[in-house]
């Protein structure tokens, strides 16, 4: 493939003869790039004989050039009478892929030396390999003719130089710089690209990224001579007597590269059914190369290389006007080899001046496509956590931004935009009756409609002058809070009941219009900024906290006043009373047991937090938990949990091992991991016995400060647990990027699993990720035997849930657990000691 287009140009680029050469005294460099005198011939005819031949014709120079089989002489006759002393010439050839290939000096009609420069006939080297070339001298009292002899099945002989001996060492000089660059950026690309696979493994894009590069070297080594710098001799020999196999083997993982990379199975299924089952075209095209020459392969390759071409090129536009921005960087890579292609092709043609760099132009472009593909892989990666991050921040099923948006990305986009806070206005359209019809239509039926809903609906609601569109991979018009509720937000520059009124008309028509939506009813409720930005983000809980308020009263709508306010007073007494709890050790921990599937034995628990309340009675941690994350109180709760849990651990067996779950607010404080090494020493724990549990979907993003605090956590010998694990987005960061030992599978994939062979699959893939970082998995949520079973038949070691114990008081887990398996310890201990009696 890469030979084949430069073989085809050269043919047609016949501009003039060359039959003499003429030296001077001035002479450095010449390019041969005309037809020359060519005769057929073969090994059995002497090269004194064809000296003799009068049969050389620069119109049989177009079929030495097109291969096949046959053998061709070519003279050139050296014109040396301007001389005044003895020159030393070079004759170079630029074609490394020569099988035979015999050149002979004549002088005065006598042969004086000759040299074999074919691949398949040149003696082994002796040192470093400095190209194919003819080092001989000549003079003015001398007639000087070069006779070669060149049969391949494969290339021709041009591109031909000669030069003297000066400019041979500066082309050697500079080819060799060349050379060195090419090998180090290769080397470079794939030392790189490795380590980023490593971290990526399941990104198959840089796995075929790696083979393509390969197959490129193995490719460009012997055609450009480098790789008699790094690879073996005989490697090279063989590589460049099938080269037509070697081009087979790299449009193949070129195609296999642009299926991974363009994601061909999401944006052209019908084609990738094709790629996917190519194997059973290249592997019989390959066999069969090696038994054909290469003029019969070239039958082969060249198709073939048009089929790809087509298929990556077509693919790359078809992706790229999806809005697939990487294959903008695939294609720019092609720009690059094409670029390349044709730059050598003007070289040989002697439109470009033949000089090493012009020489070497093709190489220059495939090292740009390389470092192009590099780049275009770099730009997937960040494209791809682009797209998980808008992924997290948009609802899938209804195609609108989501809450998350509105703590990550909402204050930001309305500071950029310049609007005073003040002047932000949100309002709340909760619809009611959803579930009743869900009940009668199902699940799916409502969800198709609300979607529909929300797009008719959407232009029109943009249109409103004082309407604010939201922005993350396109404009939107709200934020959906499912099942029944959507945030809009406006400007003050029209009186919020006009607002409302214009809100809900739109609502209200485009549900008349719908089959199955006409019975719901439609509430509002608005709420807006008094001070700062800081209370963007809660604003829909006003709101909220409003709309309770219309339905109670039966209200179309209600903004949000002081009055409602008293329930975020009970907010803030509930806070007070936290603190109080805190400080005067009312929080109890519970214990959760964990179990080992095996042998049914608790080998440790997770601790849980409780909260008897003197007044409220018991309230639950998903209320008290939240308000200390928004409090900043959180840090207090965990570092109560952590004194508790170290101190009781301490009395604790061993073998057990406890986990507590901590904050991503947690791991932000600067005195977290002095705290966790003064808990472990104060109460000399082995840190081996907790492991910190981070929950996956917790918002924290991976800094290098914050994976350096969780590199200092287990250098002090504490476990790293990933809770909810499969839930989130940042698997494979943590997972890549640190030493996890243990990672929870929640309870959404455990709940029904021995029924769900969907939750069997993902439960099943889930532990493998794991088991490849060598991390344990606990299985959360079991709650009968039939999913105990069913995990355990999955490969899953270690479970958690009902099925054995909900959480416990400590004391009673130590009489339940704790204890007897310190009794079956001291019996185990017992029973050696009386065997060694």
Not at 103 to 131: E, M
Not at 491 to 515: F, G, R
């Amino acid at each position: 493939m890469i030979r084949l287009i430069l073989l085809c140009l050269v043919v047609v680029s016949q501009v003039g003869i060359a039959k003499t050469i003429t030296v001077t005294d001035s002479f450095t460099k010449v390019g041969l790039n005309s037809p020359l005198l060519t005769a057929v011939g073969s090994t059995n005819v002497t090269a004194q004989d064809m000296y003799l031949n009068d049969l050389y014709s620069a119109s049989l120079y177009a079929q030495s050039v097109s291969p096949d089989d046959d053998g061709y002489w070519y003279k050139l006759n050296i014109q040396t009478d301007q001389l005044s002393q003895s020159k030393d010439l070079v004759l170079v050839f630029q074609n490394h892929l020569l099988q035979h290939l015999d050149v002979f000096l004549f002088k005065d009609g006598q042969l004086q030396t000759s040299k074999q420069l074919g691949i398949n006939d040149r003696a082994s080297l002796t040192s470093i390999y400095k190209g194919m070339y003819f080092r001989f001298s000549a003079d003015s009292s001398e007639s000087t003719t070069v006779l070669i002899y060149k049969q391949t099945d494969g290339p021709g002989i041009m591109p031909l130089v000669m030069m003297d001996g000066k400019s041979f060492a500066e082309y050697q000089a500079v080819t060799y710089f060349l050379w060195g660059g090419a090998i180090c950026v290769l080397i470079a690309l794939v030392i790189y690209n490795s380590f980023v696979f490593a971290l990526n493994r399941h990104n198959q894009q840089y796995a075929w990224y790696l083979v393509f590069q390969v197959f490129m070297l193995l490719n460009f080594a012997p055609l450009y001579g480098f790789g008699y710098l790094i690879l073996p001799e005989a490697m090279c020999h063989w590589l460049a007597n099938h080269m037509g196999i070697m081009h087979l083997l790299l449009l193949w993982s070129a195609l296999q590269f642009g299926y991974q990379f363009l994601e061909i199975k999401r944006f052209r299924p019908r084609l990738a059914r094709y790629i996917k089952h190519s194997y059973w075209v290249f592997i019989p095209l390959i066999i069969i190369g090696f038994n054909i020459t290469n003029l019969q392969r070239m039958f082969i390759t060249v198709p073939m290389m048009g089929i790809v071409l087509y298929i990556c090129i077509g693919s790359a536009v078809h992706t790229l006007r999806k809005g697939y921005r990487p294959a903008f960087y695939y294609l720019l890579s092609w720009v690059g080899v094409s670029l390349g292609a044709v730059g050598g092709y003007l070289t040989y043609i002697n439109v470009l001046p033949q000089n090493v760099l012009f020489m070497h132009a093709f190489l220059l472009g495939a090292l740009a496509e390389q470092l192009l593909l590099s780049v275009s892989l770099g730009v997937r990666l960040r494209f791809q956590e682009n797209k998980e991050k808008q992924h997290r921040l948009i609802d899938q099923t209804l195609d609108m931004p989501n809450q998350n948006f509105t703590h990550a990305l909402l204050t930001k986009q309305f500071v950029k935009s310049g609007i005073e806070p003040k002047r932000i206005r949100m309002v709340l359209i909760q619809l009611e009756g959803l579930d009743d019809i869900i009940g009668t239509l199902g699940t799916d039926l409502v969800t198709r409609s609300t979607v529909s809903l929300l797009e008719n609906m959407s232009e029109e609601i943009s249109q409103l002058p004082w309407q604010i569109d939201l922005k993350i991979d396109k404009h939107y018009f709200g934020v959906c809070i499912p099942p029944n509720k959507t945030l809009i937000y406006v400007t003050d520059e029209e009186p919020i009941e006009k607002q409302v009124q214009a809100l809900l008309k739109i609502w209200h028509n485009q549900i008349d219009n719908s089959c199955f939506l006409s019975d719901v009813y439609i509430r509002a409720a608005t709420a807006r900024i008094d001070h700062g930005w800081d209370e963007l983000p809660n604003l829909h809980q006003k709101a909220y906290m409003a709309v309770l308020e219309a339905k109670k009263a039966d209200k179309r709508w209600l903004p949000y006043n002081q009055t409602m306010a008293n329930k975020v007073q009970k907010h803030i007494e509930l806070l007070h009373d936290l603190k109080a709890a805190i400080t005067n050790n009312e929080l109890d921990i519970f214990i959760q047991p964990q179990v080992d599937l095996n042998s049914n034995l608790v080998v440790g628990g997770e601790a849980l937090i409780r909260w008897n309340h003197p007044k409220l009675g018991s309230v639950s941690p998903g209320v008290f938990i939240p308000i200390a994350e928004q409090s900043g109180l959180i840090y207090s709760v965990t570092k109560y949990v952590l004194q508790r849990v170290f101190s009781w651990v301490a009395t604790q067996p061993r073998d057990m091992r406890f986990s507590v779950n901590i904050s991503a607010l947690d791991i932000e404080q600067k005195d977290f991991v002095h705290y966790l090494k003064n808990m472990r020493d104060k109460f000399r724990v082995p840190a081996g016995c907790i492991t910190l549990e981070i929950t996956e979907s917790c918002e924290m993003e991976m800094s290098q400060d914050c994976i350096a605090k969780m590199i200092a956590i287990k250098k002090l010998g504490f476990a790293i647990s990933i809770d909810d694990f499969g839930t989130g987005y940042s698997s494979m960061a943590y997972l890549s990027q640190l030493d996890i030992d243990e990672v929870k599978v929640d309870i959404m994939f455990t709940r029904g699993i021995d029924k769900n062979f969907t939750h069997q699959t993902i439960v099943r893939s889930l532990i493998g990720l794991a088991a490849a970082f060598n991390a344990n998995v606990v299985i959360e949520g079991i709650e009968n035997a039939n999913e105990k079973q069913t995990v355990k038949a999955l490969g899953g070691r270690l479970g958690q849930g009902f099925y054995w114990s909900g959480a416990i008081p400590m004391l009673e887990f130590e009489t339940k657990y704790s204890q007897r398996l310190q009794d079956s310890h001291d019996e185990e201990k017992q029973s050696v000691a009386y065997l060694h009696r």
